[in-house]
Each structure stands twice: as C-alpha cells, then as structure tokens.
C-alpha cells in the first residue's frame, strides 16, 4: 500500500529527474587518455608523429651542422658522437641534413594531404548527396583516375607542370584525390538516410543546408581517418619522386633524395649513407599509419570499449 | 554469365576512351608552346614568329598542328595503328623506342605479381590458421613494415648488403628470355623478388581475413563435426572459398606494383618501359610520357578486365546466372 506522501506527481518526477546526476559517460578527452594508454601502437605513432612534426618545426635548433657544410677531414664517417648518423661521401653530417629533409616531408605530405583529401571530400559529399546521374559520372571518373599508378600520374603531372614545391604537392595531391572522394562518398550515403537527415529535409532544409550542417559535420572521422592514413602513401611518393630525381628541387635535402646518385655505390662501404634516410621515411610512415588505424578504433563506437 | 561478360567490356570501352581523353588533355595544358622552344632552343613561352614556314613545319612534325580535338582524333588513330608520334628528343618513332622494352617490363612484371600472390596467399592462410600465434604475429608485423618502407630503399639496401657482404655484383648483361633464360633470370629475378615482396604484404592481409572469415561459417564447421582431416577441410572447403575475393585483389595489385616497377628498374638499371618513361619526363619528352601513359593506362584496364572475367568464370554463382 502506498500512503498518499510516497505518491509522486509527474512534477515530483520532473523535479527528481532534473537534480539526478546525469549518467555519465567518458568524455572524448578523457577518453582519449584511457584509450592512448591502452593501445600501445596508436600512442607510438602519435609520439612518432608529433616527433617529426617537431623535428620538422625547429630543424634549425636540432641540427648540429648546415646541412649543406662540408668536412672534408670526415668524409665517409661512420656513426660517431660528433655525427651521430656518420657522414656522407661529401662530408655532410646525415643527422643534419634528415632532420632538414623532414621539412620537406612534413610539408609536402600535409598539404598534399590536405589539399587531396579535401577535394575528394568536396566531390565525394556532392556525388553522395545527389546520387542520380552526377554520381554516376563522377564514379566513372574515379574509376578512370584510379587506372593509373600513383607514381606515374604524379611524374606525369610533374612532367607537364615541372618539379616546382606546389607543383609536386598538386602532383602527389592528385593522387590521393580519388580516395578521399570514395571514402567520403559512402560515409555521405550512409548518413544520408539516417533519421536525422530526413527529419532536417521534412522541416524544409534547402540541399545545401542539409548538406553543410547536417551531413558534413558526420563525415569528419572518416576524413581524419583517410587523412592520416594518406599521408604515408604521400611520403613515400614524394620520397620516390625525390629519388628519381624529379621531386622538388630545392637545395634543401629531402630524404628520398638523399639516397640517389653516388648514395648507391658508397652504400656497400659505408651503409649508414642509404640506411638512416629510409629509415626515417619508414618510422614516420608507421607512425601515421599506427595513428590512423588508432583513429579508426576512437571514432568507431561500435570499438569502444573492446 | 554472357550478359556479365558483356556489361564488363561496355564498361570497359567507354572507360578506356575516356582515359585517353584525360591525359591528352593533362598532356595539352603544358605552358607554352613546346614547337617554339624546340625551334629556338629557348623556354616555351618565349616570343615566336608564328607565320614562319620553318615554324610551321615543327609543329606538323610535332602533332601539333589543328585544334585540339583534331590533334586528339589525329592522335588516337595513329596510336590504334600503333602510330605513337615522334620522340622529341631524338627524333625516332616512340613505338621504335619502346618495342624493345616492351618484353623485359612484362616479363618482369609478370614474375612480380606470381612472387607476390604465392608469398602472400600462403603467408596469409599461414597466418590465418595460426592466428595470434607468434608466427601470426611474425607474419603481419613484417608485412606491415615492409609496407611502409619504400621499395626503392629496400633494394638499395639489399644491394649494399650483397655486394659488401659476398661480394656480388649486380649482373649488368639483359639477355632476352628465349636467348639465354639463365642470364635472363639471373638479372630479373632479384628485381622482381623485391617489387613481388612488398605487394604479397597487402595480399597477405586480404587472404588472412579473408580465411578467417570463412573458418567460421557453417559448412566448414559441418565438414570439421564430420571428422575430415584438417588439411582437407583446408584444402578443400576453406580455401576454394577464400581465396576467390583474393583474385580480385591481383587487378589492384597490378596498378600498384606498377609503381614499384618503375622505380625498381631505375635502381636495377633495367631497360624497361618504366626507364623510357623516366627519361622521357626527366626530358619533358611529351610524346613519350603520353604514349607510355596510354599504354600503362590500357594495360591496367586490360588486367582489371581479365581478373573480372576469370572472377567470374571462377565463381559458379555468377558463371550459371
């Protein structure tokens, strides 16, 4: 039996659900930190990542020597305290000119990345939205764009345009282009029928409304997680383009470089000319693929908790 | 299973016209005018008399002469009539400068794509049944390293390793495959090795969770409860099964190892296409990129079209539709 105290009204219930604590869920920072803890790989290419960056940022202060000083008296050096990687067959300090060449690196493979990924979002969010005939054309294109290799649609590009620093980024760019715009295009019908989208075209949203506010902000984990995971494909073309000799020609070293020309023939005397510059490029292509699948596990709900 | 058949090759020529259209185009929009550069022996764009009788003549000789959709319809029906213009550098036919190198890159080519499909099938089964195993571990930690090393890199380095440590020394000599299959091979097969290594890391991983999505289903469970040795229901049930997406894989793979080739016959020095194509970039050779980029393009098409055919031959469900 209930006395008429222990009734609740519906506003005694209101009033008790307001002053109940809400039930809490991790937020996104703080759930950062637990996840990062407990996936080793993605907290390594996040340090492997920010690294670079950081390299890349303050190459001046890092590096001991100019990267294009001479010492004539260790030429060929092996591995020493004063040249930590040894020098090359010039007398350049390797540490000097790879902590100088993740310039390059870094800059190339961000706004390629970016300038890539984000007008394959564009075209890919338009070709997903409308459906019909643009998408149909727009995916044959993509078919036909995916027909050439990577390396060489970007030495055609660079071959008609010249191995300029926005030129290869455009190059290389080009080449991340179609993936962006099919990664994006499926995420935007996926979320295209969701609930929330039809409810926004009920009330009357114009297309581009329904578009900007509604399915783009959705559509912002897959685009990191392409991003991330595009930037060692781009490094490792820019370092092919560098070593073929058709990157960008700049003084300033740029790792595939590095292991070009005379590189190959001192290699068997004094390997540490051709190993450290590859194996930077290796370690930061890791690091973002490592970054990018641990981006995929934090964006990814169904994930959590796993 | 003719119907299929006959949708994939509409798409395929459609498809293969409009590649065509795309890098005359990417080929077209060069800055400047090449014939003048080529005439004064200065920069395109300089200032030209474009009446000039000797003028004229370059750009005839040069495909250059009409608007463009002429140049493009002049342009295509030469290349069907194997017709692929002048070099510029040198003056000869791009087709006479090609045709000899045409083999070696197949060749090599071909090696490369079988090296990585048996590497990366069987290290992917391997994997997949002894999953996290250290041998499974083993297996996907070396194939995603040598996925972000850079192929051209990792043959420097084995080269280096080689030479300092035995000694070798590369073999320089091409022999042609049926002149001499020892030398032939002798000189093709590190090269292929290496570029077959590093696509085999990405079948390996499609052909891993590929079986180990068909070690759950029913069938094979049923064929396990029947009591068939575990090299049978491998042999017999996992694998037909698993491997069939796996194909579809080695049409991908061909775009990609294409890449690896190019550059792996730089390091080797080898006198393939993917060397003409350099040196024509390296040189702004235009007619040479443009016609090396067609083939190239037509000869993924052409892949992606046979792995599509024999997809379907190989799969009952589509070949009885």
């Given at each position: 039996m209930t006395t008429p105290n222990e009734t609740t009204s519906a506003d005694q219930v209101r009033e008790n659900l307001i002053a109940a604590e809400p039930p809490r869920r991790p937020g996104m920072w703080k759930y950062s930190v637990y996840y990062f803890r407990h996936k080793l790989l993605g907290t390594v290419g996040l340090v492997i990542v920010i690294t670079m960056i950081v390299i890349a940022l303050f190459a001046d202060l890092i590096a001991?020597?100019?990267?294009?000083?001479?010492n004539y008296e260790d030429v060929?050096?092996?591995?020493?305290?004063?040249?930590l990687f040894g020098t090359d067959n010039f007398g350049r300090d390797i540490f000097s000119r790879i902590v100088h060449g993740a310039r390059i690196s870094m800059l190339v493979g961000f706004l390629s990345v970016i300038v890539g990924t984000g007008i394959g979002a564009v075209v890919g969010l338009i070709s997903g939205f409308f459906m019909g005939k643009v998408d149909a054309i727009v995916q044959r294109l993509v078919d036909m764009w995916m027909s050439f290799p990577d390396l060489i649609l970007a030495l055609t590009i660079v071959a008609v345009f010249g191995n300029t620093l926005p030129n290869v980024i455009l190059a290389i760019a080009a080449t991340i282009l179609p993936r962006g715009v099919r990664v994006i295009r499926s995420a935007t019908i996926a979320i295209r029928e969701m609930d929330y989208t039809m409810a926004a075209r009920s009330i009357g949203a114009s297309d581009l409304r329904t578009m900007l506010r509604h399915i783009m902000p959705n559509t912002v984990a897959p685009f990191l997680i392409i991003m991330s995971s595009m930037f060692g494909t781009a490094i490792l073309t820019e370092a092919g383009l560098s070593y073929l000799g058709l990157g960008i020609s700049e003084p300033t070293p740029s790792w595939g470089r590095m292991l070009t020309g005379q590189a190959a023939q001192y290699a068997p005397r004094a390997p540490w000319i051709i190993a450290f510059p590859g194996i930077f490029i290796t370690l930061t292509v890791m690091g973002f693929a490592f970054f990018g699948d641990a981006l995929r596990d934090l964006f990814d709900p169904r994930q959590r908790g796993r | 299973m003719r119907t299929y058949l006959i949708k994939r090759l509409l798409l395929f020529i459609p498809t293969a016209f409009g590649v065509s259209i795309f890098i005359f185009i990417m080929l077209h929009t060069?800055?400047?005018d090449y014939a003048t550069a080529l005439l004064l022996?200065?920069?395109?764009g300089e200032a030209y008399d474009a009446s000039s009788e000797q003028f004229e003549k370059i750009r005839e000789q040069l495909g250059l002469q009409g608007s463009l959709p002429q140049q493009y319809a002049r342009w295509l029906g030469n290349f069907f009539q194997g017709d692929f213009g002048i070099s510029?550098?040198?003056?000869?036919?791009v087709w006479d400068r090609m045709a000899p190198r045409i083999f070696l890159s197949f060749e090599l080519g071909f090696l490369a794509v079988s090296i990585a499909m048996v590497l990366g099938t069987i290290g992917g089964v391997i994997s997949a049944v002894r999953q996290d195993t250290w041998v499974d571990y083993l297996l996907r930690g070396s194939s995603m390293t040598l996925q972000a090393m850079p192929g051209f890199w990792v043959a420097l380095m084995v080269i280096a390793g080689l030479v300092a440590i035995?000694?070798?020394?590369?073999?320089i000599e091409y022999r042609h495959l049926w002149d001499d299959p020892v030398r032939n091979l002798s000189v093709l097969l590190l090269p292929a090795f290496l570029v077959g290594l590093r696509s085999s890391a990405e079948i390996l991983r499609m052909t891993r969770s590929s079986v180990l999505e068909v070690l759950r289903e029913d069938y094979v469970r049923t064929a396990e409860a029947k009591g068939l040795y575990r090299s049978r229901v491998l042999g017999q049930h996992v694998l037909r099964n698993a491997l069939l997406p796996v194909t579809t894989l080695a049409g991908f793979e061909v775009v990609f190892l294409m890449s690896g080739q190019v550059i792996i016959e730089q390091v080797f020095n080898l006198h393939g296409i993917g060397k003409l194509f350099i040196q024509g970039v390296a040189a702004r050779d235009y007619p040479v990129v443009q016609a090396i980029v067609m083939f190239i393009a037509l000869v993924v098409l052409l892949a992606n079209l046979v792995v599509d055919v024999m997809y379907a031959w190989l799969d009952p469900r589509i070949r009885y539709e």
């Open positions: 001991p020597f100019a990267y294009q000083q001479q060929l050096a092996a591995p020493n305290f004063t040249y | 060069i800055p400047g022996g200065g920069e395109p510029w550098t040198n003056r000869k036919p035995w000694g070798w020394k590369p073999p």
